[in-house]
């Protein structure tokens, strides 16, 4: 069973789905601009947070199907989904496996399949497996948020990257990096019918642009918005930005 926290007032129902690492804290901004009208379940994933790593294999469509149990145990509507990341991986497998669960998607630098843009990022992800096998998590937490947040100005929020990152488990993290290197939803986009948005941050470094292009243009309908001075955590360093976009979106459904 997923940990998850409640908040917010009646209203329809928003899944917040966190990044590689992250956890369910890790939404403040997007649960006080939500809480007035909506419902907020913010979820942690498998082996993240409060939530433990189940036996076997994870997988993206496990964690889609554990998502899915939980939203039908706290209510029958379809509920807004909101992913980042690995987040946004889970909310389009959630959508094409449990589709009536499923209102709206909001699928922040999203991709349907891992391709290394070229040899700087196979490299990148060597030197991350590397650190994952030998160093401290505090090592490997450290080298992930200088990526995540590179700027003088974002040093509030590369340590409280690092500190959310570092608690991860070692082999919930590996377990959950090999889940996304399997995941591979090209070709089955197409049969998604729920308004979606796509956001990209425009200095995001790990998921190319172009992935989210050819994402967008694969869903139906879907809207992509390109947020400025935003890296790969859109929601964090332009907080602002993203949940005026996000509840214009929620409104307009």
Known sequence: MLHHTLGGRAGPRVVLLHGLGSSSADWPEQQAALHARHRVVAVDLPGHGGSPLP??????????????????REGEEPAHVV??????????????????RVRTLTLVNPFARVQPAGPGDVARLALRLLLLG??????????????LFPWPEQRALYDSAVASLAATPRRAYLAAMRALARFDARGQVAAIRQPTLIVAGDRDTMV??????????????????????????????????????????????
């Not at 036996?55 to 039908?72: N, Y």
């Not at 946004?88 to 589709?99: D, F, G, I, K, N």
């Not at 309908?221 to 390109?226: H, T």
């Open 55 to 72: 036996p076997g294999r994870l997988t993206i469509e496990g964690m889609a199907r554990d998502v899915a149990a939980l939203l039908a």
């Open 83 to 100: 992913g980042l990341s690995l987040g946004a991986c889970v909310a389009l497998r959630l959508a094409l496996q449990s589709p009536a």
């Open 134 to 147: 030998t160093a401290p998590m505090e090592t490997v937490a450290a080298h992930v948020a200088r990526r």
């Open 208 to 253: 190319p642009l172009a992935a989210k292009t050819t994402l967008a243009a694969a869903i139906p309908g879907a809207r992509l918005l390109v947020i400025p001075a935003s890296g790969h955590a859109t929601p964090h360093d332009q907080p602002a930005a993203f949940n005026r976009a996000l509840l214009e979106f929620l409104a307009s459904d």
